[in-house]
C-alpha cells in the first residue's frame, strides 16, 4: 500500500483546520513531521491536495474529491481498532456438542446467542464425547460442550452444569410396576445403551460400578432417539439424560423407573485447546450455556 492511514489523518486534520501547524497539535505530532506526512502523500501520488496561500493551505479540487473518501476510510479504521481493543467482534463461532447437549440444549442456546449478537455466524458439529475432543485437539472447533469426562494435556475442561441421567422403560415393561429397582432388577434387565466414547455412556458405566460385567447389554446405539424407540417397542430398558425423556414421559410413551441407591448424577464440561485465544465471542458463548 502507497499510503499509510496516518498520512491520511493528517491530510483530514490539515483540510479540517487549513493550517499544518493546528493539525499537528490536534494530531499530538510536531508540525514537521505532520508537514511531512502531507508531503510525501502528495508526492507518492503526484499531485497537490491544497492550494497554498501564506501560511494557509486551501482544498483543490483534488483534495476535495479525495476528502470523504478518506474520511470514510478512517471512520472504518478507527471502528475496527475500537473493536480490537473490546474485542467485541463476533464472526464466526465454531462449536461442538455431544448428543444430547447438541440436540436439547445447544438449538436454544445459538437462538439466543444469536439474537444478541446478529453479525454471528455460529457453526454446530454434534457428534460423542470422543470425537468433539478430537476436533478441539486438532483446533477445528473453537469449544465444545461434552457430556463425558476428560483428562487429556492439551484440553482444559472446565465445569458447566449438572446433569441426571433416567432409567426407562415403556408402559406394559415387567420392571414398569416396580417403585423402585435393586440390583437384582438391573441383572435380569435387557439394556439399550448408548455406544463407548459417549459421555452417557461413561456415564451409566460408572453408576453401574459393581456389577456392570454382568449386565445384559442387548443393544449398543449412537442417537439418542433410537435408544428411545427401541425401549418403547419392548426390546429392553434404556437410561438417557432425564432433559431427553421429558416430552415422553409427558405423553406416557415411556416411564421413568427408580433405582436411589445408585448415583445418575452428572456433569457437563466446556472443553478448550490450552493454545487457544479465549475471544470475546467464545467468552459470549460460555456466558450464554451458563445463564441457560
Not at 502523500?41 to 497537490?48: M, P, Y
Not at 464472526?91 to 454471528?120: C, D, P, Q, R, W
Not at 472447533?141 to 452444569?161: K, P
Request: glycine fraction near 8%.
Amino acid at each position: 500500500m502507497r499510503f499509510t492511514l496516518k498520512q491520511l489523518q493528517v491530510f483530514l486534520a490539515v483540510a479540517s483546520h487549513e493550517n499544518v501547524s493546528q493539525a499537528a497539535s490536534e494530531l499530538s505530532m510536531s508540525q514537521s513531521a505532520a508537514s511531512t506526512a502531507l508531503k510525501e502523500l502528495e508526492h507518492r501520488f503526484g499531485l497537490n491536495l491544497f492550494n497554498r496561500i501564506g501560511k494557509r493551505l486551501q482544498l483543490n479540487d483534488q483534495g476535495a474529491a479525495l476528502r470523504s473518501k478518506a474520511a470514510a476510510l478512517i471512520s472504518r479504521a478507527e471502528e475496527l481498532e475500537g473493536s480490537l481493543i473490546k474485542h467485541d467482534e463476533i464472526g464466526e463461532l465454531k462449536v461442538g456438542a455431544t448428543l444430547t447437549i447438541g440436540n436439547y440444549l445447544a438449538i436454544g442456546i445459538m437462538a439466543a446467542f444469536m439474537k444478541e449478537h446478529v453479525s454471528a455466524r455460529v457453526h454446530l458439529n454434534v457428534e460423542n464425547t470422543a470425537a468433539i475432543a478430537a476436533k478441539v485437539r486438532n483446533f477445528e472447533l473453537d469449544i465444545g460442550l461434552i457430556e463425558g469426562e476428560l483428562q487429556e494435556a492439551d484440553l482444559d475442561v472446565s465445569y458447566w452444569r449438572e446433569d441426571e441421567l433416567s432409567l426407562f422403560c415403556a408402559p406394559g415393561h415387567p420392571l414398569s410396576k416396580k417403585p423402585r429397582l435393586g440390583d437384582e432388577d438391573l441383572l435380569t434387565a435387557n439394556w439399550i445403551v448408548r455406544e463407548k466414547g459417549s459421555g452417557t455412556r461413561q456415564a451409566f458405566d460408572r453408576a453401574m460400578s459393581g456389577i456392570l460385567p454382568d449386565l445384559d447389554l442387548r443393544l449398543e446405539l449412537q442417537h439418542t432417539e433410537g435408544i428411545k424407540r427401541a425401549v418403547e417397542a419392548g426390546l429392553g430398558i434404556g437410561c438417557l439424560s432425564k432433559i431427553t425423556l421429558e416430552e415422553a414421559f409427558k405423553r406416557g410413551t415411556l416411564l421413568p423407573l427408580e433405582c436411589p441407591h445408585r448415583n445418575w448424577m452428572r456433569k457437563f464440561y466446556f472443553i478448550m485447546h490450552r493454545q487457544k485465544f479465549l475471544s470475546h465471542g467464545v467468552k459470549s458463548w460460555i456466558e450464554h450455556c451458563k445463564n441457560t
